[in-house]
């Protein structure tokens, strides 16, 4: 399996909702990543967790809080967005971080989120 | 500071002519350097790595050391050429840094 999985594609959720994001790989990558992206715009990192633990966040609001409960699966807990939160949110992972392999990324296909 | 520059934001070109999509980085070390290709309702993937050196899809890129560029190329453009493409860099003597994105070239290849 040489994929990463998003789900849900698509999310509508409104301002008051709590809702998560989840991304799953099965290739032994141990660095997985949560951009989001804007149209026509390029991905704008948000967190890195290498070996299930969080290197990077990049002054992310709280009300964004990523998980890694093991080393194939991301989460991304959303709580009270805002209406310019609305993007397609992408993860991705690398075979390794801080070492090589971490430039060739393997995205999934995103996840779509509107908030009204 | 690192950086990546894509200076045309559209390319636009007729099917079977050349292609070059520019990109330029500043980096004071010797980086490694990417494209990648986002398709229309696809996922982003890596399209090519300089260390790898190879032709995939037709497309070749160059590290240009002495004008820090690494400029995307096909000598014959095809419809289906057509996306978004982005320069990226990632930092050798800097542990812990994620690859860093240009801000993309669309291009567009019509009959």
């Known amino acids: 399996d040489t994929e990463v999985t998003q789900t849900p594609k698509h999310l509508v959720m409104g301002m008051t909702n709590k809702k998560s994001l989840k991304c799953e790989q099965h290739?032994?990558?141990?660095?997985m990543y949560w951009y989001k992206q804007k149209a026509k715009k390029p991905p704008e990192l948000m967190f890195v967790y290498s070996y299930e633990k969080l290197s990077i966040n990049e002054s992310v609001p709280s009300r964004f809080s990523p998980e890694c409960p093991n080393s194939s699966l991301l989460n991304l807990h959303l709580h009270a967005l805002q209406p310019e939160d609305s993007a397609l949110y992408l993860c991705?992972?690398?075979?390794?971080w801080g070492t090589g392999g971490t430039g060739e990324l393997f995205f999934g296909e995103g996840s779509r989120l509107t908030v009204l | 500071a690192q950086r990546v520059t894509q200076p045309e934001k559209l390319l636009s070109v007729f099917k079977g002519a050349p292609v070059e999509l520019k990109c330029n980085y500043s980096y004071s070390g010797s980086p490694e350097l990417f494209w990648y290709v986002q398709y229309s309702r696809q996922r982003l993937q890596l399209l090519l790595r300089?260390?790898s050196r190879e032709s995939i899809k037709g497309f070749t890129a160059d590290l240009n050391k002495g004008e820090t560029s690494f400029h995307l190329k096909k000598p014959f453009a095809q419809e289906e050429d057509s996306a978004m493409y982005y320069c990226a860099l990632i930092p050798t003597n800097q542990a812990g840094t994620a690859l860093i994105f240009g801000k993309g070239t669309t291009l567009s290849v019509s009959s």
């Open positions: 300089h260390i």
């Open positions: 290739m032994g990558h141990r660095a």
């Open positions: 991705a992972s690398s075979q390794g």
